[in-house]
Every structure is written in C-alpha cells, then in structure tokens.
C-alpha cells in the first residue's frame, strides 16, 4: 500500500516534469536515427562497394563503433567536440547517438542489400540500367523494405541507450528520475515510475512498427545479423 501511495506522490508531484522530459527523449532519439539512418545509407554504400578503399574504411567505422562503449562514444564526442566546435548537449548527444547506431544500421542496410536477388540487378544492367539507377530504384526499396524490422528494432534500442545522454547533462527521462529520487529519497518507486514512461514509449512505437510492416507487407523477412 505504501508503495502505491509512493508511485501516485511521485506521479502528481512530477508528472509535467516527467512529460517534458519524455519529449527530449523521444526528440534526441528521433533525431539521431535521423542522422544514423544517413551514416548508416553511406557506410553500407561503402561495404557494398568494389572499392577496396571504401571497404576498408567501412571496416573501421564500424569495428570501432562496435567495440567500444557507447557512454565512451558519447563522452568523447562531447567533450573532443567541445575543443573544436561549441555544441550543446543535446546536439552532441543527437550525434553521438547517431554514429553509434548508424554502425548496426549499415549492417541492416548492408544484409538487406546482399539479400536481393543479383538477378534482378543483372537484368536492370542488361537494359542498359547504369549501377547507381539501378540501385535507386529497383535494389535500395526492396532493401528497405525488408530492413524495416531490424531497423524498428534498432530504434527501440536507441531508444534505451540515449538514457546514456543523461551523463553529459541533458534532461531526458533518466536525467529527471536522477533528480527526483535525490529530492524524495525514494529511488526503487522513482526508477519504476520512470520504466513505465519507457515502456509505454516502446510499446507505441513497436505497435507503429507493425502497423507499417503490414501496410508494406513485409512478409517472413530474412534475419540480418548485425552482431
């Protein structure tokens, strides 16, 4: 009983600031798959290539992006950033989120694109379709079509790790449940309210998630590894 009255106190008594900071994290989360979506198309570009070159640097990007932590990511940018270029948290949590990400997403990309039949490419070129034409319009949408759940998926990770960004000072869901249970010493009751504004996040995403799959009738796609 005592758990519940704790749960509704800190709902009524931090409910808007809750809510704000439920927008900041759906804004930085959105924004950096924005931006991962783009270094994710480019990389993919680059590990698809015949340019060994490009291959090479693909392989970089993403080793690297991969085999560190992504709180490492995020602090590096912020502050290596900071001595260059004056950038704000949230900015630099956006973009640090992206690159992280836009790792995994040019694996997708990368598997999505392999997946396709090279018929259909072979065709195109024999009409006299040139590469870059035929990987618009015939290899890239049938791609993203089949990427859609690996990169729902992604997303909803993104979603949870820029809890991360609280770190670097901005006010996100995680930040805000920091400074609640400071206040009301009440940390296990803060930190359950908080999961609950998460969850309620990802399960109206994953159910937009589904309702785009089915209007795009992505049917039994094939899994893309991105360990």
Known sequence: MIFLQNIVGIFSEHGLAFLKATWTT??????SLLFALIIGLIFASFK???NKILNWIAD?????????????????L?????NIINLDSFTAGALALGVHSGAYIAEIFRGSVQSIDRGQMEA??????????????????????????SLANQFIIGLK????????AVTDLYNTALGVQGENYMPFETYFVVG??????VLIFTWIAKRLEQKMDVSKPKEVSIA
């Open 196 to 201: 609950i504004y998460y969850l309620i996040i």
């Open 161 to 168: 790790d820029s809890s991360l960004v609280a770190y670097i």
């Open 60 to 76: 970089i990007y993403i080793g690297v992006i991969r085999g560190t932590p992504l709180i490492v990511q995020i602090m590096f």
């Open 48 to 50: 698809i290539s015949s």
């Open 78 to 82: 912020y502050y290596g950033l900071a």
């Open 26 to 31: 759906i804004a930085i989360t959105a924004i």
């Open 124 to 149: 195109a070129r024999s009409l006299g379709m040139p590469y870059s034409l035929a990987m618009r319009r015939i290899i890239f949408p049938q791609a993203f079509k089949r990427s859609i759940p």
